[in-house]
């Protein structure tokens, strides 16, 4: 089927819709069976210039619109959103390949961006204070940074959007939207919500391309850009850093995680095979919030590893779109290449499949649900993000072992604790090194919640209050009166 008379399929700059300058268009593929989609626009390095354009002739008014009138037109964004919530679904499930439930629950999820901004972009407060000396005041003023640059990729093409396009209206940024080109399709649908809603021309404008790294690199190369947000792989975000030093932009980065997900013996098993579920299987395991390595205490070890087999065994895989689908393909080819390499490796350094460890002979990109009992710390999955739907189990004895095996990686985004002991869940919480930790819990995405990693997993926080700040600037003015 083609999306192309469902959804516009242009470049958007300064409020139309139009044709890159390369006459060539990028192909869309249906990942649940390899079936050309549509195709879209491809932005060559002068259509991104008119984008900055678009963006920088915009920045004044916006910044100016008062922050009620901004916050209404987020939250008309939401309310549109809502009511498109069951196309969208479907044309992310078309795209990227994930489940439908996992599709409703993103658009549920990118929506709240909206509404959390918009009740926020009125919350730009700032501070006075008294110097110490007494002999002035301190008052310190947030103000928009500027014309931004929002990357995003394509494992959530709907909230890794509105994530950053929502904190930027908020707080009086104009931006451009690069999308990743595995799906691009969503980018564009919600740029046609945000146009009925009222957004003004140019304040956001996407744009899709086969020259990624030069139509970034002219944005980066402009001194009028002063933002740089991304969400996606810590390869990429090192590349990006290096680059938006020229012109010193100003960087917030959501990169890459290998999650732990530690299972003492005193848990409640029921809840922690629940919590595994969630934590590995949300978007088929392709999500950097994925538990990558599922520690258990050796006393409950064979019991956990039976349940959760039964449960990964019993998903129905198939067609993102189709309503019975728990788990559906990999975004590409190259994904499966990857997944199935890395369970191999693990095999033959001794782990043992107790499911799945294949894909199925089908058309489309799948793999099937695998777990991984007794896996080893050199295998390459303990040190490299899986990204499918595949839970290798880890055997530890001690609290501080497994605080150790669990820190040593260079990643740091979210980690996962199942223990009935309030004390011990607090006490290994401090001493996991992560952004964010979910205690008795498989789920820590909330809007209203600031996510981010430390180490290599990123820099910066997106969602509440704090995700707003990253798009703001501290104006320092020094009186008396
Ligand atoms: P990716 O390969 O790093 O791509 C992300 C984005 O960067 C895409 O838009 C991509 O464009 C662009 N890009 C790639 N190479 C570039 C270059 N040389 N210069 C400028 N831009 C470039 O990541 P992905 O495969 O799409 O996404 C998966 C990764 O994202 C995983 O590592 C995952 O953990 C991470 N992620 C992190 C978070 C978080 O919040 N921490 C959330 C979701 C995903 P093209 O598509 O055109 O290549």
């Not at 810590?234 to 960087?251: F, M, N, P, Y």
């Not at 809840?271 to 994925?290: L, Q, S």
């Not at 390595?293 to 019993?314: H, P």
């Not at 490299?384 to 260079?410: D, H, K, Q, S, W």
């Amino acid at each position: 089927m083609t999306t192309e008379n469902l959804w516009p399929t242009d470049l958007f700059i300064g409020g139309k819709w139009r044709e890159g300058t390369n006459a060539e268009r990028i192909e869309v593929i249906n990942p649940s069976d390899g079936a050309t989609l549509g195709s879209v626009a491809d932005a060559s390095p002068e259509d991104a210039t008119s984008a900055v354009d678009a963006a920088a002739a915009a920045a004044h008014g916006w910044a100016a619109t008062p922050a009620r009138q901004r916050g209404e037109i987020l939250r008309r964004c939401w309310e549109l959103m809502v009511r498109d919530a069951h196309a969208l679904a479907r044309l992310i499930s078309l795209e990227n390949g994930k489940a439908l439930k996992d599709s409703r629950g993103e658009v549920a999820y990118a929506a709240e961006f909206f509404r959390w901004f918009a009740e926020e972009a009125v919350r730009g407060h700032g501070d006075l204070a008294v110097a110490p000396s007494g002999a002035n005041k301190i008052l310190v003023q947030y103000q928009p940074i500027g014309v931004s640059l929002l990357i995003t990729p394509w494992n959530f093409p709907a909230a890794m959007a509105t994530r950053k396009i929502a904190p930027a209206l908020a707080a009086g940024c104009t931006c451009v939207l690069k999308p990743a080109t595995e799906t691009p399709l969503t980018a564009y649908a919600v740029a046609a919500i945000l146009a009925e809603a009222g957004v003004p021309d140019g304040v956001v404008n996407v744009l899709t391309t086969s020259s990624t790294g030069p139509v970034v690199n002219a944005m980066l190369d402009d001194p009028r850009v002063r933002k740089l947000s991304f969400t996606g792989s810590t390869e990429v975000g090192k590349i990006l850093l290096r680059k938006a030093a020229d012109q010193v932009i100003h960087c917030s980065m959501e990169l890459g995680g290998n999650a732990p997900f530690v299972v003492f013996d005193d848990a409640d098993l029921d809840g922690a095979v629940e919590g595994a579920m969630i934590a590995k299987m949300r978007n088929g395991g392709e999500a950097c919030t994925a538990a990558n390595r599922i520690y258990v205490q050796c006393g409950i070890a064979a019991e956990f590893t039976r349940r959760l087999t039964e449960r990964m065994a019993g998903l129905t895989v198939g067609p993102g779109p189709d309503e019975t689908t728990d788990c559906g393909p990999l975004v590409n080819a190259a994904a499966v290449k990857k997944v199935s390499e890395l369970v191999d490796d693990a095999v033959a350094k001794g782990a043992r499949v107790t499911c799945g460890g294949k894909s199925p002979a089908v058309a489309g990109y799948y793999y099937l649900p695998t777990v991984l009992a007794n896996v080893p710390d050199t295998a390459d999955l303990a040190r490299e993000e899986i990204f499918g739907p595949v839970a290798p189990v880890y055997i530890f004895e001690t609290e501080e072992e497994v605080i150790r095996r669990a820190n040593n990686t260079e990643y740091g985004l979210v980690a996962y604790v199942y223990t009935q002991n309030l004390g011990r869940g607090l006490r290994v919480a401090e001493k996991l090194e992560s952004g964010m930790l979910a205690l008795n819990r498989g789920l820590v995405s909330d809007p209203a919640a600031p996510f981010g990693g430390v180490k290599q997993s990123g820099l910066g926080r997106e969602g509440a209050r704090h995700g707003m700040l990253e798009f703001m600037e501290a104006k320092y003015i020094a009186t008396s009166w």
